[in-house]
């Protein structure tokens, strides 16, 4: 009699979660994106939330809220009331790299954010001022070893996507770099033109301006395959460094105990979105991201896998806070 009391109440609170989520929202959005204003991440979110305001028929704001590696918007949403009404859109640093990096974050990200759904996979390409004598990542480690002062690399961080494919390098190749951090990766980049830094990583969106005239050279591209726009570039793996590559990667998370059926429909309405040619083609493939959008449960086993990477590889390494 209990058991079968116990059932009816579960179906019937799931009837009911069910509901909520056909009406969702009833009332206006909130996207916390935990970068400045204009960075990548806030480059797609606001368009993200422009046409997910047209299909809900609700305002969806962007609040930046930067500051602390990421750490003060991550941890806002972390404690909000899991009702789908607060979201968080970050990289994958906020979520799977900072965890192995402070002590004493005051959220879990595993924990206490439930993942909905990957927005796109950025598969950046190890890039070298032209006055660097090397064109293969070969070349580099060979330039390294004969060099008696360090060459520079650009990041935009302990535990960012540079930091973490150059320290793995030292660490597999023996080779001497020195550790620049920028506080973004427009930065960094603009480093590595004006010859500050040698070396450090960047899409196509950022860098692909910069091969024709010459005033940067691309070495690597950090993706499972050649991209079809720069087959040129070998991939790490073919470069013969297939294992240091981070995943470098755009999701959105909502507060940990949001009713799946909540999370769900934002996975879908988001993924119809991202699927949409004519925003694919100006927000994604344009900036030179792969569209991912799988759903809530294949994103989860994802966020897991790259969490104890990412956490082998800043151990191993010894990368610290800056």
């Not at 116990?6 to 909130?30: K, N, Y």
């Not at 020195?178 to 010859?195: C, R, S, V």
């Not at 909540?262 to 925003?279: E, H, M, Q, R, T």
């Amino acid at each position: 009699m209990k058991s079968t009391l116990a059932l009816l109440i579960a179906s019937m609170a799931l009837l009911t979660q069910s509901a909520i989520a056909q009406d969702f929202p009833t009332r206006p959005v909130r996207i916390v994106v935990p970068y400045p204003p204009g960075g990548g991440v806030d480059g797609l979110a606001r368009p993200l939330a422009e046409r997910l305001s047209e299909r809900w028929g609700q305002p969806v704001i962007v609040e930046n809220k930067a500051g602390a590696a990421t750490i003060i918007g991550t941890d806002q949403v972390a404690r909000s009331k899991p009702d789908g009404l607060t979201l968080l859109l970050t990289s994958d640093s906020s979520i799977t790299s900072n965890p192995h990096l402070y002590d004493q974050l005051p959220f879990d990200p595993i924990k206490d954010l439930a993942p909905v759904i990957q927005l796109i996979d950025l598969f950046q390409m190890v890039v070298a001022h032209p006055s660097v004598k090397a064109n293969t990542m070969q070349e580099l480690v060979q330039l390294a070893k004969s060099q008696t002062a360090p060459m520079n690399y650009g990041s935009y961080g302990a535990g960012s996507q540079p930091n973490l494919l150059f320290e793995e390098l030292k660490r597999q190749s023996g080779v001497e770099l020195t550790h620049i951090p920028y506080k973004g990766i427009a930065p960094a980049i603009q480093a590595t033109l004006a010859n500050e830094v040698q070396l450090t990583l960047g899409g196509a969106a950022t860098t692909a301006q910069y091969f024709s005239t010459h005033r940067m050279k691309p070495l690597a591209i950090s993706a499972p395959k050649r991209n079809p726009e720069f087959p040129d570039i070998p991939t790490l793996r073919e470069a013969g460094f297939g294992d240091i590559g981070p995943r470098a990667w755009f999701g959105i998370f909502a507060p940990a105990q949001t009713p799946q059926p909540i999370i769900d429909k934002i996975n879908a309405d988001v993924a119809s979105i991202l699927g949409d040619p004519a925003f694919e083609a100006q927000q994604i493939t344009g900036k030179g991201y792969q569209r991912a959008g799988d759903n809530a449960a294949a994103f989860r086993k994802f966020v897991l896998e790259d969490h104890q990477h990412k956490g082998q590889v800043i151990k191993a390494a010894g990368i610290k806070p800056d």
